[in-house]
């Protein structure tokens, strides 16, 4: 590799190998064969290299950080090492940009089969955790029957629009689109699939997004025109399925992974939301719904699991008060839940994008 120098014991080769050592959390390979050791240098007992993930930085990869200092510092003429961490977040291998938002690398559509199993609250956890270790998120609100962004993120100031574009508003970086502003106060939606369909495209192509690594999309409920509408516009990277983790929940989950299925739309996963209860007075652990429900569907039915949420009042309230609990500095055991379903779902998209084949959008 051209870098090589005859009159040291040292060369890149030893330095990969050492490197070999350390695996990148959330696939089963190290992080040489992943292909993110860069920009490696030697210069008189002086190496230097960057590591640069498909993923945020979240936490856990700091600890990468000091191993491969360490595994490299212990090598023979070794008397300097920089390692510098970054994030350079993938795209599907092979794709084009699409014409509505080319400069959206990642969709994530958040689904549940029901409503009311904390779809638009992981979604919006979700949006803030991704955001909150280096990503540029969106949060969409594809949610017209009860658009809940607006309250969930507390950003109640309505788009404003800007050389033909609506300019989406922002939360602690996190641009928000939601049905919620443009809808009179307690009025129903009752819209058929063509102005759905209308919509869709409106929110993904007249909307100034930016450059963004996710668009989180919160999808309503169910396995109806809006999920089709979506699925036919755009092709998504992936979906995440919501449940709580009874019998009936799991089942209708079942049906919503059906219709992605059926729309070639990859399934990044389930989450289990409303795990289980953390009594906020003596710790105790209750299993309300029953337990590990989510986890055994997932496994049964082939799909990754991403993560337990449980169920707590701190949760509920912060929603309410449109400061999601994931705005935190992380330390809290909530928070960390979500960071950890964040980090799971963003394993899942670089996995889905590393497949070669290009997503297919099932046209009408
Ligand atoms: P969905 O989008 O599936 O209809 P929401 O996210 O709107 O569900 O959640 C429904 C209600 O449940 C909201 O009041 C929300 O604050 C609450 N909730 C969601 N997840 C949790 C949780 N893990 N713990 C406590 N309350 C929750």
Not at 297 to 309: M, N, V
Request: charged share 20%; glycine share 10%.
């Amino acid at each position: 590799m051209g870098l090589f120098k005859k009159d040291t014991v040292l060369d890149e080769d030893q330095v990969l190998e050492v490197l070999r050592e350390i695996r990148d959390p959330g696939w089963d390979e190290d992080i040489v064969t992943r292909g993110l050791v860069k920009d490696l240098k030697l210069a008189e007992g002086n190496v230097s290299l960057a590591i640069e993930f498909d993923t945020p930085l979240f936490p856990g990869k700091l600890q990468i950080q000091h191993q491969a200092e360490d595994k490299v510092r212990q090598l023979p003429g070794v008397t300097r090492v920089s390692v510098s961490m970054r994030s350079n977040i993938s795209t599907r291998a092979g794709s084009e940009p699409h014409a509505l938002i080319p400069r959206t690398r990642n969709t994530i559509a958040v689904a549940s089969g029901k409503g009311g199993v904390g779809k638009s609250t992981v979604s919006a956890n979700l949006a803030i955790s991704l955001g909150k270790y280096g990503a540029r998120v969106g949060l969409m609100d594809a949610d017209v029957y009860g658009p809940s962004v607006p309250i969930l993120m507390g950003a109640f100031e309505p788009p404003i629009m800007d050389r033909g574009r609506i300019q989406p508003p922002e939360v602690r970086g996190i641009k928000l689109m939601s049905m919620g502003y443009f809808l009179p106060k307690d009025e129903a939606v009752i819209w058929r699939g063509p102005m759905l369909h209308k919509m869709v495209q409106q929110f993904l192509g007249d909307v100034d997004w930016g450059e963004l690594d996710y668009l989180v999309i919160d999808l309503p409920p169910g396995t109806g025109d809006i999920q089709l509408s979506l699925c036919q516009t755009i092709p998504l990277t992936g979906a995440v399925i919501v449940s709580t983790p009874q019998g009936l929940a799991l089942e209708v989950a079942s049906k919503a992974i059906a219709m992605f299925k059926k729309l070639n739309t990859p399934i990044l996963g389930i989450a289990e939301n409303m795990s289980y209860y953390a009594c906020s007075h003596c710790g105790e652990r209750d299993d309300i719904f029953g337990h590990g429900g989510a986890r055994r569907a997932s496994q049964k039915a082939g799909y990754p699991f991403l993560g337990e949420i449980p169920l707590s009042t701190t949760i509920r309230a912060r929603s309410d008060d449109g400061q999601p609990v994931a705005l935190e500095d992380g330390n809290s055991p909530i928070s960390r839940a979500f960071t950890e379903l964040a980090e799971a779902v963003a394993s899942q998209v670089s996995k889905v994008n590393a497949q070669t084949t290009p997503a297919i959008s099932i046209e009408e």
